[in-house]
């Protein structure tokens, strides 16, 4: 276990979802896809299994698979304590967890925010955007 969710590989584990959520196997297409996890076990598992590693924050025990139509507006809210330790963090200093494949994909490494209301203003637009958007 870990204080952050930390994964190995964002692409691979972008991949295990999409096998999850079509049933066609993303990592391994001449294999059935994965099963969907119940718990945390079975998907840390799964994710050794393909080589990817994930650490959970410290504490986190159970696991939530969330399917729904695309005729159904999800809203997934994260806990109040993982927006109140980061936004103590933040105001500490600490740089914002940006995911890594962006400066991969973007070719360099994004600008980091100026300053504290611009930092904070980027926590509370991934929230926002994390917890609306569903594949785009």
């Keep these: 276990m870990s204080t952050k969710l930390e994964i190995s590989d964002d692409i691979l584990w972008g991949k295990l979802v999409k096998s999850w959520a079509t049933g066609d196997n993303y990592i391994s297409p001449d294999r059935p896809a994965p099963k969907i996890p119940r718990s945390l076990e079975e998907l840390l598992a799964q994710a050794a299994d393909i ?3 994930i650490s959970f924050p410290d504490g986190m025990v159970g ?7 695309p005729e159904t507006a ?3 809210l994260p ?3 993982m927006i109140r330790a980061t936004e103590a963090e933040l105001k500490a200093g600490d740089k914002y967890p940006m995911p890594r494949f ?3 994909f973007y070719g360099r490494p994004l600008p980091p925010p100026k300053n504290l209301k611009d930092v904070m203003d980027l926590h509370a637009a991934r929230i926002g955007d994390y917890s609306i958007r569903n594949c785009g």
């Design 102 to 104: 962006y400066d991969d």
């Design 74 to 76: 999800l809203v997934k």
């Design 79 to 81: 806990p109040e304590g």
């Design 63 to 69: 696991l939530a698979v969330l399917e729904y139509s």
């Design 51 to 53: 080589g990817l590693t």
